[in-house]
């Protein structure tokens, strides 16, 4: 599932406090709206929230939702996206490439690896998947071509590190697999509905972190929570969730027309896909009920500007970190 950003500089380092010069440069950091800008963004989402749609027709946006992505990654292949290398400056955890422990059979071929995978229940116990030699194992959800996976395989060139790759869409899959920068050693592909089944290729608690980078939104509301404790049973004890989707208010909201409205704060596009505008207390509450620890909530403000057409565009985007605890022995199990 795709999100049309262009590359940033690290975020905080360029404020905008002489007005006369907002098109010196592309885009501005923290740019705060004033009390007049936030009252209209208001008003335009009352506006544009006023009328749902059908239920028949909401019902056929969420049964035909992979048809609906399927052509959007038939139609714009892999040219519509930018690797995003911008997510090393706000998830440096992506790129650590700390040194981790060789077992003696580490340097298998990749034909090896590829004949000792097979798909492992959700509890599965000593068995082989992809993966399962690994140290350290990445998932990345809604992964589309693959603008994240390759940049963080470019990058990461810890041997322990693989990297996991799920979409609804299986024309997206298939792009990824077709990449030329595709290995089976260090990364795997698979079509997933996040919202249905458990058809992931690797045990529960095998994951150090999970990815959910402009995918939720993708979702119907009400499959939020399940959706996210689906994601929490597979991550290991510390392991962490990185989030970044569209904060409410931004300009991608603003610019919705009434009749394309399926839920409060959820549209859908003219291509059928489907966006939802999230707060920071809707993320928190998300994450921290099933137990995760937050360790980031920030909402990004950025004014981007097209600077030939003399464009303001004001971009809200929410970014977390949430953390899975570390177990606790049960005293009931210790001896005494």
């Not at 380092?13 to 592309?26: C, G, M, P």
């Not at 603003?254 to 839920?263: T, V």
């Amino acid at each position: 599932m795709a999100e049309q950003e262009e590359g940033r500089p690290m975020f905080g380092n360029r404020f905008l406090v002489d007005n006369s010069k907002v098109f010196e440069h592309n885009a501005w950091d923290n740019v705060e709206w004033d009390k007049e800008q936030e009252e209209t963004a208001i008003k335009v989402v009352q506006e544009n929230t006023s009328i749902k749609l059908p239920t028949d027709m909401q019902e056929k946006y969420n049964c035909e939702a992979d048809q609906f992505w399927n052509s959007f990654y038939m139609q714009h292949n892999n040219r519509f996206f930018k690797d995003r290398h911008w997510l090393f400056t706000e998830f440096p955890e992506l790129a650590d490439t700390s040194t981790t422990s060789h077992d003696e059979n580490s340097h298998e071929s990749n034909e090896d690896k590829e004949n000792k995978v097979l798909h492992c229940g959700a509890d599965a116990e000593n068995v082989e998947y992809p993966g399962w030699k690994a140290k350290k194992r990445i998932l990345e959800v809604g992964c589309g071509v693959g603008n994240t996976v390759f940049p963080i395989l470019e990058i990461n060139n810890d041997p322990e590190l693989f990297v996991y790759c799920c979409d609804f869409s299986s024309v997206a899959i298939d792009l990824v697999k077709d990449h030329e920068e595709y290995e089976n050693g260090r990364c795997h592909g698979f079509v997933c509905d996040i919202t249905q089944g458990n058809n992931f290729p690797f045990p529960s608690e095998s994951l150090d972190i999970i990815l959910l980078i402009f995918v939720l939104s993708a979702i119907h509301p009400d499959k939020f929570q399940e959706t996210i404790q689906r994601l929490i049973k597979h991550l290991k004890p510390g392991g962490r969730i990185l989030f970044r989707d569209y904060g409410r208010y931004d300009m991608a909201q603003l610019r919705f027309k009434k009749g394309k409205c399926l839920a409060d704060n959820f549209y859908v596009r003219g291509d059928g896909t489907r966006c939802y505008f999230f707060t920071q207390e809707e993320i928190r509450k998300l994450f921290t009920q099933d137990g995760l620890v937050e360790e980031q909530n920030y909402v990004d403000r950025r004014l981007q500007v097209n600077r030939g057409r003399q464009l303001k565009m004001y971009r809200i985007w929410i970014q977390g970190k949430y953390r899975k605890p570390e177990q606790v022995r049960n005293s009931a199990n210790v001896d005494t």
